[in-house]
Nanobody
Framework: EVQLQASGGGTVQAGGSLRLSCATSGFIFEDYAIGWFRHAPGKEREEVSYINNSDGSTSYADSVKGRFTISTDNAKKMVYLQMDSLKPEDTAVYYC???????????????????WGQGTQVTVSS
């Protein structure tokens, strides 16, 4: 069965770092982009970052650009999100999701996620 599992969250002080992991199985890794998403109570859901496992291209939300880095280990079918210079505004539940990319157009967004992982809580204190 298809599985994605996000882990690595925790509580850190502002300016600190965390590394999130998304373990995947049950699908052809190279046929999908993996995205990181976040949602905090009382705030709108956000797209954080994507990596296309087919060509390696990446994208980032403006709010995290320069601070977060997405990467993969294709052999292990793992996706990572290195989060540096964390801010209290980064506090949220972080989710990883897979989006099929072998289509005429590559589509990104919550509504296009084919498979979701469970979330991991990130809390940044001031």
């Amino acid at each position: 069965e298809v599985q994605l599992q996000a882990s690595g969250g925790g509580t850190v002080q502002a300016g600190g770092s965390l590394r999130l992991s998304c373990a995947t199985s049950g699908f052809i890794f190279e046929d999908y982009a993996i995205g990181w998403f976040r949602h905090a109570p009382g705030k709108e859901r956000e797209e954080v970052s994507y990596i296309n496992n087919s060509d390696g291209s990446t994208s980032y939300a403006d709010s995290v650009k320069g601070r977060f880095t997405i990467s993969t280990d294709n052999a292990k079918k793992m996706v990572y999100l290195q989060m540096d210079s964390l801010k209290p505004e980064d506090t949220a539940v972080y989710y990883c999701g897979a989006i099929y990319v072998k289509l005429e157009y590559v589509r990104q967004g919550w509504e296009y996620v084919d498979f979701w992982g469970q979330g991991t809580q990130v809390t940044v204190s001031s």
